[in-house]
């Protein structure tokens, strides 16, 4: 009866310290990698942890997850074995090792369509307006992974932040502009009004039309590629 408590007891002594050394985490891993800085400067996988995704909350992972072959353009969920490195660990190197043990999910990315360089074709009232200099299309550049927008007003330019992206709203930030004053300035006023009430959108036939609060058309645009 000794004999088998003791054995029993080694067991569960074993189970314990299995259970502190292995850890199983569910992990997302975003889309697309972003310049980061470790040992050098260096290419990042952006993770967050937990059963959902908070767009705001994606983290630089600076390691190696062992057996994951990443593909950028997707939206993964991941399970992943987190286990402490043999020691002695090299200063500049995680204490941790990190092992895929399976893919729960895997989805192409819908926000990065957005990804493109716009022809404005109509900002409220104002329709197909040009560059009063150059006579040509005022454009958009919008790029999802770094959640930027670039646009041409007319007279002047605007260069601000995505606040919030998914596959179907779109907030952006107000940006910064240039400041030269011109003779007209409606296509400008128009198209800076309707940065302002952007709060989702819709893509179809290679055209991006931007939507208000209430769903109404504040701004319609036309890819050029």
Do not use: H
């Not at 569910?26 to 050098?40: I, P, R």
């Not at 550049?141 to 007003?153: C, I, P, R, V």
Request: hydrophobic share 40%.
């Amino acid at each position: 009866m000794k004999t088998l408590l003791f054995i029993f007891t080694i067991f569960l002594t074993e189970m314990g310290c299995q259970k502190e050394e292995d850890t199983i985490e569910t992990w997302w891993v975003n889309s697309s990698k972003k310049d980061c800085t470790g040992v050098g400067q260096m290419s990042c996988l952006q993770i967050q942890k937990g059963q959902s995704i908070d767009p705001n909350a994606w983290e630089f992972f600076y390691g190696k997850i062992e057996g994951f072959e990443y593909e950028a353009g997707n939206i993964y969920q991941l399970k992943v074995n987190v286990t402490p490195k043999e020691k002695p660990v090299p200063a500049d190197a995680s204490s941790l090792n990190y092992e895929l043990v399976s893919i729960i999910y895997k989805e192409m990315d819908k926000k990065l369509r957005l990804t493109n360089i716009w022809k404005v074709v109509k900002a409220g009232s104002v329709e197909n307006p040009v560059n009063p200099k150059s006579k040509e299309s005022l454009v958009f550049e919008f790029n999802a992974s770094e959640m930027s927008y670039f646009g041409d007003l007319g007279c002047n330019t605007v260069r601000g932040k995505i606040q919030d992206l998914d596959e179907s709203n779109l907030v952006l930030g107000p940006g910064a502009s240039t400041k030269m004053a011109c003779m007209d300035m409606s296509s400008e006023n128009a198209i800076l009004q309707a940065i302002s009430k952007i709060k989702s959108y819709q893509i179809a036939d290679n055209q991006l039309t931007l939507f208000d609060e209430n769903g109404a058309e504040v701004m319609l645009l036309q890819a050029v590629d």
